[in-house]
Nanobody, 118 residues
Framework: QVQLVESGGGLVQAGGSLKLSCAAS????????MAWFRQAPGKEREFLAS???????TYADSVKGRFTISRNNPMNTVYLQMNSLKPEDTAVYYC????????????WGQGTQVTVSS
């Protein structure tokens, strides 16, 4: 069983920065993938970034060059550093995790709101 809790969301001006955190608890595996998603009102949940324990990272084109995913293994925390934020980045941001060998993400956090003002 894995539990994820996001934090760090809030209100920021366009062009500013924000860093989200996701604290993980419960059983962990060396082959787990950590990921960030977001969902705006009326839209489907969108993949943003993921990483493996070996620091292999993947980014969506919409955030590539602006967002950075990282992980603190001793503290079981994954981060999403967001720079050059735009109003269209406004959404609820979610942390998720899955085994490398599975296709779906079975574990999700409750989400944290990010609002970017113009």
């Amino acid at each position: 069983q894995v539990q994820l809790v996001e934090s760090g969301g809030g209100l920021v001006q366009a062009g500013g920065s924000l860093k989200l955190s996701c604290a993980a608890s419960g059983r962990s595996f060396s082959d787990y993938i950590m990921a960030w998603f977001r969902q705006a009102p009326g839209k489907e949940r969108e993949f943003l970034a993921s990483m493996w324990v070996g620091n292999i990272k993947t980014y969506a084109d919409s955030v590539k060059g602006r967002f950075t995913i990282s992980r603190n293994n001793p503290m079981n925390t994954v981060y999403l550093q967001m720079n050059s934020l735009k109003p269209e980045d406004t959404a609820v941001y979610y942390c998720a995790t899955k085994r490398r060998t599975t296709s779906e993400y079975p574990y999700w956090g409750q989400g944290t709101q990010v609002t970017v003002s113009s």
